[in-house]
């Protein structure tokens, strides 16, 4: 999967289509991917002795193959490619070429 966490993108198939937001999770095995403020649901919590009910709502999973990333140059959903600059390997977008932003994550 060429998506990464917190890649901008864009929904292009669906009923939350043409919504933008940043991949919060995603699940490699699966093929799904969780962006924040798409695919919202509502779940009806039932009161316990410890915690009263309530309505909670949450960013549910879709297919990565309904998501595009946003070109950081143009703001257009474009594809990712790949290209070796100075020894690393870079993801870039085949709109315009410029190398997407890649966010080092530490355990």
């Not at 549910?60 to 143009?74: E, M, R, Y």
Request: proline share 5%; no cysteine.
């Amino acid at each position: 999967m060429k998506l990464k966490l917190n890649d901008q993108v864009i929904v292009i198939a669906g009923k939350n289509k043409g919504k933008k937001g940043a991949i919060t999770k995603i699940d490699t095995t699966k093929n799904t991917i969780v962006i924040e403020n798409v695919n919202i649901r509502t779940r009806h919590m039932k009161r316990t002795q410890s915690a009263p009910g309530q309505i909670v709502k949450y960013a549910a999973p879709i297919n990565a193959s309904n998501v595009q990333v946003l070109d950081p140059k143009t703001g257009k959903p474009t594809r990712i490619g790949y290209k070796v600059i100075a020894g690393e390997k870079v993801r870039i977008a085949k709109g315009s070429g410029e190398a997407l932003p890649s966010i080092k994550h530490t355990k």
